[in-house]
């Protein structure tokens, strides 16, 4: 029996109508959530995920703010505007898209995100607390594929999980939280030997790796819940994911589709972190 599907374009339309009531709600209370997102230069690919983030920023009710500049933006300059953000308390939420410039060091930028505005979670901080349990923004990708699994209804008390990749702003967080949620947690990356080995013992596979087919049928364990973090283009130029999906799903219990799996969740986690961003900021004024 194939899996069933696991659909982020449909969960993340049930989370957007909560949070579209409460962006509601803050804003009759006089605080309309806002986010505001900074783009520098031309790459293409940022564009297209800019213009989606600010069309579900209105779509829930979320005021969002676009700053753009040229490719030729000094650090200095880009430091003095987040530095005006946090002082701004219209803006509830920061986001710099990356990638930026080379004469731009990211991570300097990411330092300089109040921790009480750093809706990505990206922050050193921010990070921090996720490692130590502590509450904070949970990066919103990992986050996403957590309300995922939950979606299925399976506890993962006890499970064992296999995160295949070990970015800051996935793989890492990603493993955090499936530790956190009681699960045992296997790290996988480039110089695991025999990934499969480790797949096949798995209830949860969550592959984060930006690679087509690294994980086939073969490395799964029946019934186990398949998360596909990846995107990437087959020879047709179509989106997909890490996973052989055709394959896969007629092993596992639970995977999730690339597109309209954790795509869409991504976004979402980024609106549902600027509402509670709001809410926070909207409690300290009461
Ligand atoms: P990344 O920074 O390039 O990390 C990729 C990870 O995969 C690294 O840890 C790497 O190991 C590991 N890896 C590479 N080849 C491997 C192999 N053959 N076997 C096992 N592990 C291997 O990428 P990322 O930013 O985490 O993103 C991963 C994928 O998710 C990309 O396709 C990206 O586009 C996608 N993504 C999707 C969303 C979404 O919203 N859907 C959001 C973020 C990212 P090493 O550490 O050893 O190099």
């Known amino acids: 029996m194939p899996a069933n599907l696991i659909s982020g374009t449909q969960l993340s339309q049930e ?3 909560d949070i579209a009531r409460r962006a509601a709600r803050s804003s009759s209370a006089g605080v309309q959530p806002g986010l505001a997102v900074i783009l520098v230069g031309d790459d ?8 989606n983030k600010v069309q579900a920023c209105a779509a829930t009710g979320i005021r969002s703010v676009l700053e753009r500049h040229p490719a030729s933006l000094t650090q200095a300059a880009l430091l003095a505007q987040i530095a005006a953000l946090n002082a701004d308390p219209a803006v509830h939420g920061i986001l710099v898209q990356m990638p930026l410039p080379p004469q731009i060091d990211p991570n ?3 330092a300089a995100i109040s921790t009480a505005k750093d809706v990505d979670g990206y922050s050193v901080l921010s990070a921090g607390e996720l490692l130590t349990g502590a509450p904070g923004f949970r990066p919103c990708t990992p986050y996403g594929c957590m309300k995922l699994i939950e979606s299925t209804g399976i506890s993962l008390k006890g499970k064992h999980a296999v995160v295949i990749g070990r970015s800051n702003t996935v793989g890492k967080p990603m493993a955090l939280l499936l530790l956190q949620a ?4 296997t790290i996988c990356h480039s110089n695991t030997p025999d990934l499969g080995l480790h797949t096949r013992q798995a209830d949860v596979v969550v592959a984060a790796v930006g690679r087509r087919n690294t994980v086939t049928a073969d490395m799964i364990k029946p019934g186990a819940i398949v998360i596909d973090v990846g995107m990437n283009r087959d020879e047709a130029g179509k989106l997909c994911g890490d996973v052989d999906f055709a394959g896969v799903r007629e092993v596992a219990g639970a995977i999730t ?6 795509g869409p969740m991504t976004i979402t986690m980024l609106l ?15």
């Open 15 to 17: 989370i957007r109508v």
């Open 44 to 51: 293409p690919a940022s564009h297209v995920y800019v213009r």
């Open 108 to 110: 300097a930028v990411i």
């Open 182 to 185: 009681n699960a045992t947690v």
């Open 257 to 262: 589709p690339v597109p309209g799996g954790v």
């Open 272 to 286: 549902l972190n600027t509402i509670e961003a709001a809410e926070a900021a909207q409690g300290k004024i009461a």
